[in-house]
C-alpha cells in the first residue's frame, strides 16, 4: 500500500505492506478515504518528536474492510475516529485527565492516517471509533478529532454564563474553538494577524473579530466590548507574542487557556498570576466522551466546518504542508 514516509521533516510515498489483522487478533482493518493535516503533526515534525520513517496522521475518516470484533461495527461502515484510548482506571483517568493517562499515550492506530490501510484496536472500536452519519462529507467527518480537542478545552474553562470569551489565533482551530464556545451560548470574539481569517470567523459565528495589527490600536478597539479586559482567553496561536497580548487583553480574575505549542521559551510571570489572580489552564488532546461530544455536534449541524480545508491527495503531501506553513490555506485534508 502506498503511505508518506517522514523523512527529514518532508514526506516521501513508498510502498509500504499492509497491516494484517492476523498479527493482531481482534480489531478491523480500515480502507482510510481522508485524514487532516492537524498543526500538531507539524509541531511533531519540527520539534523532532516524531523521527524519519514516522507516519502520521490522526484525523482520519475511512471505511471497514476486515473485523473481528465483539463491537457492533461491520465490513462497509463509514468511520471517523480518535487515536488515543485512555485506560479510565488509574490516577490520571480518576482525575478527569484522560489525555495525561499514559495508556493513552501508548495505543495509536498503526501506522498512521497518512497511509491507504490502518490497523484499528478493538480497544479503539469500544471506545473512539465512531460511525459516520450519511449526512457528513469526509472531509466534514475528519473534524471530528480537532473539534473534540476544542470541546475539552472549552469544557474545561468552565465558561459562565453572560461573559465574554476571546479567542486569539483564527486559524482551524480558533474558528473551532470559537464554535464550541457558541454552543455553550456564551459571547466569542476574536483576533488574528490575517485580514481574510477575521472575516472568515464572523462567518462562523463569531460576534465580532479584530484584526491585530497594532497591539495598543486592538486592545483600545476591543474595549468597545470588554471594557475590563476578556473573562476568559484561548490562545490557539503558536507566536510567542500572543501570549504577552493575551495577558493584556484579560480582565484581573480571568482565565487564560493554553491551546498552543509556543516554541520559545517564555511563560506566564508569577507576578501577573498572583497579584491578577489569573487561572492558566492547559488542555491537551481529547477523551472518549469528548468525542462523542464532537460527533453529535457535526451531526446536528450546530458546529460547522464545510468550507475550512482545502484538498490535496496524498502525493501533495508536501505542497499541502507548505502551503499550511505559508498561512496560504486554513487546514488541508489529504485524500486517498
Ligand atoms: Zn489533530
Ligand atoms: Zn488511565
Redesign the pocket.
Known amino acids: 500500500m502506498k503511505a508518506a514516509i517522514l523523512n527529514d521533516n518532508r514526506f516521501v510515498i513508498r510502498e509500504i505492506p499492509k497491516p494484517v489483522l492476523d498479527e493482531y487478533g481482534t480489531g478491523a482493518i480500515v480502507k482510510v478515504t481522508g485524514c487532516g493535516l492537524c498543526g500538531s503533526d507539524i509541531v511533531k515534525m519540527r520539534t523532532g518528536k516524531v523521527k524519519t520513517g514516522a507516519i502520521l496522521g490522526h484525523e482520519v475518516v475511512g471505511e471497514i474492510v476486515e473485523i473481528n470484533s465483539k463491537t457492533a461495527f461491520a465490513v462497509g461502515d463509514k468511520i471517523a475516529l480518535g487515536h488515543h484510548v ?5 490516577t ?2 480518576w482525575g478527569g485527565n484522560y489525555s495525561m ?1 499514559r ?2 499515550k501508548a495505543t495509536n492506530i498503526i501506522p498512521g492516517g497518512f497511509a491507504e490501510y490502518i490497523y484499528v484496536s478493538e480497544e479503539h472500536l469500544n471506545n473512539t471509533v465512531f460511525n459516520v452519519n450519511l449526512n457528513l462529507s469526509d472531509i466534514e467527518a475528519s473534524f471530528l478529532e480537532p473539534l473534540a480537542c476544542c470541546l475539552r478545552a472549552v469544557k474545561r474553562a468552565k465558561i459562565k454564563d453572560n461573559t465574554k470569551s476571546l479567542i486569539v489565533g483564527l486559524g482551524s482551530i480558533g474558528i473551532l474553538m470559537g464554535e464550541a464556545v457558541k454552543v455553550f451560548g456564551n459571547k466569542v470574539y476574536g483576533c488574528d494577524l490575517i485580514y481574510e481569517r477575521v472575516c472568515l470567523s464572523e462567518k462562523f459565528g463569531f460576534d465580532k473579530s479584530f484584526l491585530l495589527n497594532d497591539e495598543e490600536e486592538t486592545l483600545n478597539a476591543m474595549k468597545e466590548i470588554a471594557p475590563e479586559g476578556f473573562d476568559t482567553i484561548f490562545l490557539t496561536a503558536g507566536a510567542s507574542l500572543s501570549l504577552n497580548f493575551a495577558l493584556r487583553a484579560a480582565r484581573d480574575g480571568a482565565t487564560i487557556v493554553v491551546f498552543s505549542s509556543i516554541k520559545d521559551i517564555t511563560g506566564f510571570k508569577n507576578n501577573d498570576i498572583y497579584y491578577r489572580e489569573l487561572t492558566i489552564l492547559g488542555s491537551y488532546s481529547p477523551s472518549p466522551m469528548d468525542l462523542e461530544d464532537s460527533m453529535s455536534l457535526l451531526e446536528s449541524g450546530k458546529v460547522k466546518v464545510a468550507g475550512i480545508s482545502n484538498v490535496y491527495p496524498l502525493e501533495k503531501l508536501n505542497e499541502a504542508l507548505s502551503d499550511t506553513l505559508a498561512n496560504k490555506i486554513m487546514k488541508a485534508y489529504i485524500q486517498l
Open positions: 485512555p485506560c479510565f482506571n488509574c490520571y483517568c493517562c495508556h493513552f
